[in-house]
C-alpha cells in the first residue's frame, strides 16, 4: 500500500531556503511520477512542481520556476522540494502526490492517487 511521509516545512523569513521531502513506502516508487503541490487558506490547491520517473520530465508553475527545484532519489523512494529565495505568497500546506505514469508529471490534482498529509510552510516578511 503507498503512504506518502513528508517531512520539512515550518516557518522562515522571506529570502529564506526550505527543503521538503516526500518517502514513499512502496517499492514501485520508481514507477511512479510524483508532484508537489499547495494550497492556502480560502484558496484552490495549485500545482507547484511535477517529475517523472526518471526525473527525464519536469514541470514547474510559473510562480515557482527559477526558485525551487524538484528532484528525486529512486534508490532512496524520496522524491525533494528545495525551495529558495521564499516570499510570503508561498505560505501555504504543501503537499506531495503520486500517480502510476511513469511520465505523468501532469499540473493536474485529479490526475493524481496518492497524497501526503500536508507540511506547512509559513513565510514572514
Known amino acids: 500500500q503507498v503512504q506518502l511521509v513528508q517531512s520539512g516545512g515550518g ?3 522571506a529570502g529564506a531556503s526550505l527543503k521538503l521531502a516526500c518517502t514513499d513506502s512502496d517499492r514501485t516508487f520508481s514507477f511512479r511520477a510524483m508532484g508537489w503541490f ?5 484558496k484552490e490547491r495549485e500545482f507547484v512542481a ?3 520517473w526518471n526525473g527525464g ?3 514547474y508553475a510559473n510562480s515557482v520556476k527559477g526558485r525551487f527545484t524538484i528532484s528525486r532519489d529512486n534508490a532512496k523512494n524520496v522524491v525533494y522540494l528545495q525551495m529558495s529565495s521564499l516570499k510570503p ?3 501555504a500546506n504543501y503537499y ?3 500517480n502510476n505514469r511513469p511520465q505523468g508529471a501532469s499540473p ?4 493524481y492517487e496518492y497524497w501526503g498529509r500536508g507540511t506547512q510552510v509559513t513565510v514572514s516578511s
Open 11 to 13: 516557518l522562515v523569513q
Open 38 to 42: 499547495r494550497q492556502a487558506p480560502g
Open 50 to 52: 511535477a517529475i517523472s
Open 57 to 59: 520530465r519536469i514541470e
Open 89 to 91: 505568497e508561498d505560505t
Open 96 to 98: 506531495c502526490a503520486g
Open 108 to 111: 493536474i490534482p485529479s490526475e
